[in-house]
């Protein structure tokens, strides 16, 4: 029987596998189906994308018929038209109707089309959203799943991936900029979770239901989510630390926290927040303590009580403290503990009820109170934001003024701020009761009048801007009315009739009197308040204002006490077994090298006092006194065996002092040689002394001339830069010093007629042929050896009165010792050290 080969081929339009032989026909049918299927499909996207395109542009949305730009227009083109357009639509230079409407879509026309990014989106997808063009770039994952998966059809369900499908992460990819310029910010009042995956992580794929779950469960409480593609953003994702896909990274007051868990669990997510939050962001609060709490509004915050019938709050309002703690202290009270009893019965709450009560200045009542069994976020978010200030709140920080008084400049209706200034002291305090008495009772709605109070010693410069005539002195206890054009720029109007004096005395009829005041000053403020609020009046003065000085802000001290804990949780947080184990191990081998070098140090400190003491403890028998031991002075012999040792192997910084002398002067010149360098003997070389472990840098020696001679005459020959062979007299060069520098190759010389000179060898040897020739003294010019015959003859008034005895030659040593170790002596350079020949 013959075997025929059958080729089997897939065709996903008929969903399985089919002979080719005989249904080729059918699978290409299929197949042009199904290419005209996606055809049809792409020419209606595209048209779907012109008519939204057209629709757009028809109900005037297009930016560029805004501005009445060309879609070809430079960025120039488009600024010049946004200026000209601005000053014409400008609300408070324009009495049209609609001008702030219409400026408003000059100002986002303007600000879509000056970003190349978002323009480019526009003109390719008609997206005008603002933070649409971060997904431009993103494929449409949306078709995924419209049609059956044929791999489902032939091996069955458990080859379905739809369910870990990480098309919610391209969804919520955001960038490194949308990063620093959104999260980073959001962070102080809300935490921000973000993941970060890439595209070929099974492991990502894995943790996608999870995340979705997570997202479901915890954005209801306010807390946001994104995701970060970590093959895009690499230099984001060394900045926070990502040690390993997938990675869940939070965000929380500008810092970031790793949470390392391998599970992505909804609940230990939640942990990991409540751990990451400020500590006792909800400190407990019970009956000892709840007449404290509400009374501390000093620091200008209103008080919030959460009461739950729960050992520790729920995390949606530790979220909502964490929210609003700049402007609201907030404190737990548990129903299910005996120390709340009191609470319970003093503010009539439900036991087995979620409740938030409100608080400002009066802890007598709340003024917002709510008693759910669940209360949602967005609840707990309106009724915290409408009640966050005080009745008479301090303006203490530029966000307080932001909040208490805003900047207005589009709105047609001016909020005024009436402003009291004091000073911090309690003298003041009656003067900001009055004040907020008036608050109470003016009844006006917070969205056109807010009472507030400043200190002035402590916003100066906001004070000094607002007095009369630079008079700063004169504005306390004052009212002034403002209302903040912008940022900067303040129109206010001072309220002289209106003045809160403080009363000394108690009595009945000083407070009658006090009274009186307080309600004439009422009605003063009323009435300017009442007639500032008309649109056709304005307020008298402008001053421009600096940014208030922030009263809360954190010292020095604090800060870097700050940092350090951050530092610290830093390390702890990303430093593991494999990185601790590895530094110790570091700083241990260190301290033991140093502990062990110190020990040795001192070791060899104390043996040296120890020899020292036995040495310097010569008992003298019949006196019982004691000599101190002084160093002797070691005076070398230079000759061929020790010549490497004394000049040649010299180390750097080294020198070798030799006295030339002969056998009959050897007995009366080396006494005044030792007398001579006695002083120096500390830097001279001594294995025998105590002063061995010091630093040598010199050594001294004699030489007699008749060993030397050869020696002493190729020396003097090198650095004369003589060629022909010299002719040494050696009674002439007894009583010469010479220094030597073995490694530097130059030496110095001493002896009682040399000229000393700073002008080099051929001023020497000048010197030298001069006075040689003087007849008066015939070893004058033979200082250094050199036979008057050969010298050459030349004309010179230099003479010397007497012949130097061999007593006097060193008499002048000392002097020149001191030269040397100035470094003011002439240095003789030689190319190499001669050889040193016996003879």
Avoid at 91 to 98: R, V
Avoid at 312 to 330: D, G, K, M, S
Avoid at 479 to 504: F, N
């Amino acid at each position: 029987m013959r075997l025929i080969p059958m080729v089997v081929k897939f065709c996903p339009e008929r969903k399985g596998y089919v002979n080719k032989s005989k249904n080729s026909s059918s699978c290409s049918s299929s197949r042009s189906r199904a290419n005209n299927y996606w055809l049809l499909t792409a020419v209606c996207s595209l048209l779907l994308v012109l008519l939204a395109g057209q629709v757009a542009a028809a109900a005037g949305t297009d930016p560029y018929k805004i501005l009445g730009v060309q879609k070809h227009a430079n960025l120039q083109d488009i600024r010049r038209a946004y200026k000209q357009l601005a000053k014409e639509w400008h609300p408070d230079k324009s009495d049209h109707p609609e001008a702030e409407t219409k400026f408003v879509e000059i100002k986002q026309a303007y600000e879509l089309l000056s970003d190349a990014e978002r323009r480019k989106a526009y003109d390719l997808h008609g997206i005008t959203n603002e933070d649409a063009y971060l997904y431009k770039e993103r494929p449409d994952y949306s078709s995924y799943g419209r049609f059956p998966d044929p791999f489902e059809q032939f091996f069955g369900h458990n080859f379905n991936f739809h369910d870990q499908d990480i098309s919610l992460f391209h969804k919520l990819s955001i960038t490194s900029k949308y990063y620093e310029t959104n999260i980073v910010p959001k962070s102080h009042h809300t935490p921000q979770i973000l993941m970060f995956y890439s595209d070929w992580c099974f492991s990502c794929m894995k943790a996608a239901n999870s995340f979705k779950k997570m997202i479901d469960t915890l954005e209801p409480y306010g807390v946001t989510f994104a995701t970060i593609n970590a093959g895009h953003e690499n230099q984001l994702v060394r900045k926070v630390g990502v040690h390993s896909l997938p990675c869940v990274i939070m965000v929380l007051d500008g810092h970031n926290y790793v949470y390392k868990e391998s599970v992505y669990n909804t609940q230990r997510v939640v942990e990991f927040i409540r751990q990451k939050l400020p500590y006792k962001l909800l400190p407990v609060v019970d009956d000892s303590s709840i007449d404290s709490f509400l009374q501390g509004w000093a620091d200008n915050r209103v008080r919030a009580l959460v009461i739950e019938p729960r050992m520790q709050p729920r995390l949606r309002y530790l979220i909502t403290a964490f929210h609003f703690r700049e402007r609201v202290a907030f404190g737990f009270v548990q129903l299910t503990s005996e120390k709340s009893k009191q609470i319970q019965e003093r503010f009539k709450l439900h036991p087995s009820l979620d409740s938030l009560l409100i608080f400002n200045e009066d802890a007598s009542r709340p003024v917002a109170s709510i008693s759910m069994s669940d209360i949602p976020t967005s609840t707990l978010t309106n009724i915290i934001s409408v009640n966050k200030f005080l009745a008479l709140p301090r303006l203490s920080s530029q966000s307080m003024l932001e909040g208490v008084c805003p900047a207005e400049w589009n709105r047609p209706r001016k909020r005024l701020c009436v402003v009291l200034v004091t000073e911090n002291t309690a003298m003041h305090d009656e003067a900001r009761n009055a004040m907020r008495r008036i608050a109470l009772e003016s009844g006006y709605s917070p969205d056109r009048v807010r009472f507030a109070y400043i200190y002035q010693e402590k916003q100066t410069e906001f004070i000094d801007a607002l007095a009369e005539h630079g008079k700063v002195e004169e504005t306390m206890l004052k009212v002034v009315i403002i209302w903040r054009r912008d940022t900067k720029h303040i129109k206010y109007e001072w309220v002289h009739e209106a003045t809160l004096q403080q009363s000394t005395d108690k009595s009945g009829v000083e407070n009658e009197t006090h009274e009186l005041i307080y309600n004439n000053t009422k009605q003063k403020l009323d009435g300017a308040i009442q007639r500032l609020l008309r649109s056709t009046e304005a307020l008298s003065y402008e001053a421009e204002v600096k940014d208030l000085l922030d009263e809360h802000a954190q010292g020095l001290v604090i800060r870097i006490l700050n940092k350090v804990l951050l530092a610290f949780e830093y390390m702890t947080e990303n430093l593991g077994q494999e990185h601790i184990l590895p530094a110790l191990s570091v700083m241990g081998t260190v301290a033991f090298i140093l502990a062990a070098g110190y020990l040795m140090s001192y070791l060899v400190r104390i043996e040296e006092e120890n020899i020292q003491k036995k040495q310097s403890k010569s008992a003298d028998g019949k006196n019982g006194k004691t000599t101190n031991y002084v160093p002797e002075l070691r005076l070398h012999e230079l000759r061929a065996e020790k010549y490497n040792g004394l000049v040649r192997l010299l180390k750097p910084g080294c020198r070798t002092i030799v006295l030339l002398t002969d056998m009959q002067s050897r007995n009366k010149l080396i006494p005044a040689f030792h007398k001579a360098v006695w002083p120096y003997r500390n830097l001279g070389s001594d294995s025998s002394d105590s002063d061995s472990s010091r630093n040598k840098t010199l050594m001294f020696a004699h030489m007699l001339i008749e060993k030397g001679i050869g020696w002493y005459a190729e020396l003097l020959r090198l650095s004369l830069s003589e060629s022909r062979e010299m002719k040494i007299n050696p009674r002439n060069c007894i009583g010469t010093v010479i220094a030597l520098n073995g490694h530097r190759k130059y030496f110095c010389m001493y002896h009682a007629k040399h000229p000393e000179s700073n002008r080099g060898a051929k001023r020497m040897m000048k010197m030298t042929r001069q006075l040689s020739t003087l007849p008066s003294d015939p070893e004058a010019g033979a200082f250094l050896g050199l036979d008057s015959s050969d010298s050459e003859a030349s004309t010179s008034d230099i003479s010397e009165p007497k012949i130097l005895l061999e007593e006097n030659l060193l008499d002048g040593l000392p002097n020149w010792l001191d030269r040397l170790f100035e470094g003011t002596t002439h240095r003789y350079c030689i190319n190499y050290w001669p050889d040193f020949t016996s003879k």
